[in-house]
């Protein structure tokens, strides 16, 4: 476990590339730390299916949470960015297959919090929040419904559907934090009534369903900046209670 020497600037945050042993795999990440403000809170940003931890749209992400003196940290997940095998393209099955291929659900859950907690040691433990739509939940509904750590969440695109349906079906009722949840009305890949169902069966007390027209991946850039808003609203509001 250790930082590598992938490391970087955007902006608003410089970034430092590390690698985290995961029960004999390596699971490449990048952390992203303000260059101004405390950095007082974390929030893990998972990536899409066939895309990587520093995607475009995550890094926008990282610039509006820098600008709010607020930490990163992503990953890749399995079959995605540095851990890709073979050209990288995926039909449905072949995603599947690299999604259970790669360990499955157990496997994401046990590389997102060996990755925190290397975070943590380096950097400090401090309120965390995760942010993923599509496979971004899929990976971060099992996490957060088992790692108490993770304090709200940003949701979306995604629904008892594809290939950890049963996980998220099991798990979502173990989701138990504030949480904002992502619907394209007219999603090609995941249908909007396995979002609403999946929304449904969330744990938590405090939840609400953003939606809005358009395909999977044309979310309005107005409710990306708004669900950032959110996740820095919710975080100060949690610390605050902790003081």
Not at 163 to 183: E, G, I, S, W, Y
Request: charged content about 20%.
């Amino acid at each position: 476990m250790a930082w590598n020497d992938k490391d970087g600037e955007i902006e608003h945050a410089l970034e430092r590339g590390f690698t985290v042993n995961v029960d004999g795999h390596s699971v490449p990440g990048v952390y992203w730390q303000p260059k101004q403000g405390n950095a007082d809170f974390l929030v893990l940003l998972g990536h899409g299916g066939g895309t990587h931890k520093k995607v475009d749209y995550l890094l926008a992400m990282v610039e509006l949470l820098a600008q709010r003196g607020i930490a990163a940290m992503s990953i890749d997940g399995p079959g995605h960015g540095e851990r890709v095998q073979g050209d990288g393209s995926q039909s449905v099955n072949e995603f599947a297959s690299l999604w259970h291929g790669g360990g499955g659900t157990e496997t994401v859950i046990k590389d997102w919090m060996g990755c925190l907690d290397f975070v943590e040691a380096k950097m400090g433990a401090r309120a965390t929040a995760w942010w993923g739509l599509s496979m971004g939940t899929m990976m971060g509904l099992p996490v957060t419904a088992t790692d108490k750590r993770i304090r709200l969440a940003l949701f979306g695109l995604m629904g008892d559907w594809g290939p950890n349906q049963q996980d998220l079906v099991r798990l979502a009722p173990k989701v138990t934090c504030p949480v904002r949840f992502l619907v394209q009305w007219d999603d090609e890949i995941v249908p909007r009534d396995a979002c609403f169902s999946l929304f449904n069966l969330l744990g938590s007390k405090v939840k609400t369903l953003h939606a809005n027209p358009g395909p999977h991946a044309a979310v309005p850039r107005f409710e990306m900046v708004a669900s950032i808003a959110y996740l820095d609203e919710k975080l100060r509001k949690y610390a605050a209670t902790q003081a």
